[in-house]
């Protein structure tokens, strides 16, 4: 969503870091329509600067749902949580796959799942037809 150059050498070090898969929902960007995109994990208006601890490998949807947001509420707790941060915590800690449906297992985890939106009917379908 940021307009700051980011240098082809992070790039590459973003993309090979995360297997060329997207950090939230683990698309993977070969099989993905739209190109994939670097996420300011701190969006850049909050302070988050261009520097590889705070940047993250995207698929489109995650990046237009998550858009600059830090966090959001959890359903079950009713509280602000923040969302899941792929550089500082563990995808399988907090996600888990089953029948081509993440599932938010912490208060971060579903969150996330939540805001952006990994479990639309377009999403679920999307993951069936690439790893059926
Ligand atoms: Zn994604």
Redesign the pocket.
């Known amino acids: 969503m940021s307009k700051t150059y980011i240098s082809l050498a992070l790039r590459r070090l973003v993309t090979e870091r995360a297997n060329d898969q ?1 950090e ?2 683990r ?1 993977p960007a070969n099989l993905s329509f739209f190109p994939h995109e670097l996420d300011h994990i701190i969006a850049e208006k909050h302070g988050g600067q261009t520097i590889s601890e705070n940047l993250a490998l ?2 489109w ?2 990046n237009r749902h998550k858009g600059s947001d830090l966090g959001s509420f959890d359903l079950h707790t009713k509280e602000f949580c923040f969302l899941f941060n792929p550089r500082t915590q563990s995808w399988s800690e907090h996600f888990s796959l089953s029948h081509h449906h993440i599932e938010g297992l912490t208060p971060e985890g579903r969150t996330t799942v939540k805001l952006l939106q990994l479990n639309t009917s377009e999403r679920i379908a999307e993951r069936k037809r690439l790893t059926p």
Do not use: I, S
């Open positions: 997207c939230y929902c698309l995207t698929c949807r995650c």
